[in-house]
């Protein structure tokens, strides 16, 4: 049984790791990672990573309430220890495509015996309260990004090669963790802004004023509402965890928890000329600050999509809507442009065309196109490397679906197409992490497991997910379906 992938894209993932793309670096065009090279090389350094992992986790509760986990977030992100987590996704990943066990022994040890760390009980509320804090503080979100990594190993080695009581230690831990997440994102943050939520966001009625902020979200740009500051990145990396729990555990909660952040993020979180939120995060400090933050949210949304797809839960490839936040005065309106996940990830293509409108940081005068937040004729640094590759995260992605788009491909196929600027040769790491793992490193090579996969063929149709178990037994038949 597997809930992350399907047996037509492991076969693909088998192809490729023979015959590429992205196998060696430069074998898809000129700078294409050589994603599963370094997989395989971060695969054989987990045996060693393996003897020092134990990670202690909150073991007091001093540093509650507003910086809990800090010292975890630079352990979780921007120190070597974050490594050993990149190992360990590798080396099950490595175990699956190439059908062996060679580190499984490792692998199972390790998270066994983290999730029964004390300081990692994400049931104990005196070290992970929902109270007297922000949800969205450095430890918490890491946190969730930290345990994902965890919870696609065990899908990839397989949950019928764990024993029963060994999945309970792991789905207990997991759901554990999703629980306290899940408070933090709704019941604390989202729940508060409207009446009620679900359904189309058309219906919603704000629960308290919305309140505008006295800076636009960029130079000459609409006002600032305070309402797409909630759909952050975040929240986000807390969402997709929490979505992938509930694809597991068969769980409608957490399940919902990533269908109804989709739906208010596509309403809320865009202006309606396309722009989103996130430009305010654009200073004149760090003028292209707002291509990371706003990629990563379209990335992690994309990653929701494709998991509730593949398990036959909803489609979100195909939801739209007019709904839209009027900056002029704060309300919710329908009538404007469609809006969709396609719509959303082609946004970014705002960032590498070089004819894209100049577009400053609000606290910044001047006209040196250094400073332009669409980085494509901005001056070439740590920003614009990093922002190239992290637009093709969300455009992978979704391109296992959205077959044969010449639009989606100039976006993950970064040979310059297109008018756009290509890949960098030395593409800047996020934290610790290799360009190429995704936010926060969730996955082994994001392009290598869905860049083009599907391009000349039909995509599969979903798995039939079983309701007659608890986490849901996925059907191997496939059935090829026109989209």
């Known amino acids: 049984m597997a809930f992350f992938y399907t047996e037509d894209e492991l076969s693909k993932w088998q192809n490729r790791a023979v015959n590429g793309p992205f196998k060696s670096a430069n074998d898809a065009f000129e700078n294409s990672p050589g994603d599963w090279d370094r997989i395989v090389s971060y695969a054989a350094q987990f045996p060693t990573s393996a003897g020092v992992m134990n990670f202690v986790g909150n073991t007091t509760s001093v540093d509650l309430p507003e910086n809990i986990g800090v010292t975890d977030s630079y352990i979780f992100r921007w120190s070597s220890t974050a490594n050993y987590y990149s190992h360990m996704i590798c080396a099950a990943f490595v175990d699956l495509v190439n059908g062996t066990t060679v580190y499984r022994n490792d692998l199972k040890s390790v998270m066994l015996a983290q999730a029964q760390v004390a300081g990692v009980d994400f049931s104990n509320r005196s070290l992970y309260p929902t109270t007297g804090f922000d949800g969205n503080s450095d430890g ?123 739906k208010e993020w596509l309403s809320f979180w865009f202006f309606p000329s396309g722009y989103w939120d996130e430009y305010h995060r654009s200073l004149a400090t760090r003028p292209q600050a707002a291509i990371g933050y706003g990629t990563g949210n379209i990335a992690q949304a994309a990653g929701v999509a494709h998991s509730l797809y593949l398990n036959n839960y909803t489609n979100l490839y195909e939801y739209s809507t007019t709904t839209y936040l009027d900056p002029n005065d704060g309300q919710i309106k329908t009538g404007g442009v469609t809006r969709d996940l396609i719509w959303a990830v ?64 100039n976006l993950y196929w970064g040979d310059g197409a297109g008018g756009f600027i290509g890949f960098p040769s030395d593409p800047t790491p996020q934290g610790v992490f290799p360009a190429y793992m995704g936010t926060g490193g969730v996955y082994p090579a994001y392009n290598f497991m869905y860049a083009g996969i599907n391009d000349g063929n039909l995509p599969p149709e979903p798995p039939i997910v079983s309701e007659g178990t608890r986490s849901g037994r996925i059907q191997k038949t496939v059935r090829y379906i026109k989209h």
């Open 140 to 262: 918490v979100w890491t946190y969730a990004l930290w345990v994902h990594k965890f919870l696609k190993c065990y899908d990839w080695i397989g949950k019928e090669n764990f024993t029963a009581g060994e999945q309970t230690i792991l789905e207990g831990w997991f759901a554990d963790a999703a629980e306290w997440h899940e408070y933090l994102i709704n019941t604390k943050s989202l729940d508060r802004l409207f009446v009620a939520r679900g359904g189309d966001t058309s219906t919603y009625v704000p629960d308290y004023q919305f309140s505008y902020t006295d800076y636009p979200a960029f130079r000459g740009g609409p006002t600032r509402w305070n309402t797409g500051s909630w759909y952050t990145n975040r929240r986000w990396e807390q969402v997709y965890f929490v979505t992938n729990v509930g694809v597991l555990l068969n769980n409608t909660t957490y399940r919902n928890t990533g269908v109804n952040m989709f």
């Open 346 to 409: 082609r946004n970014q293509e705002l960032f590498l065309d070089y004819n894209s409108p100049d577009v400053y940081p609000y606290n910044y005068v001047g006209t040196d196109p250094a400073y332009l937040i669409h980085a494509a004729r901005a001056t070439a640094g740590t920003e614009q490397r990093r922002h190239r590759y992290k637009t093709g995260e969300s455009a992978s992605i979704v391109s296992a679906y959205y077959t044969n788009n010449q639009a989606i491909k």
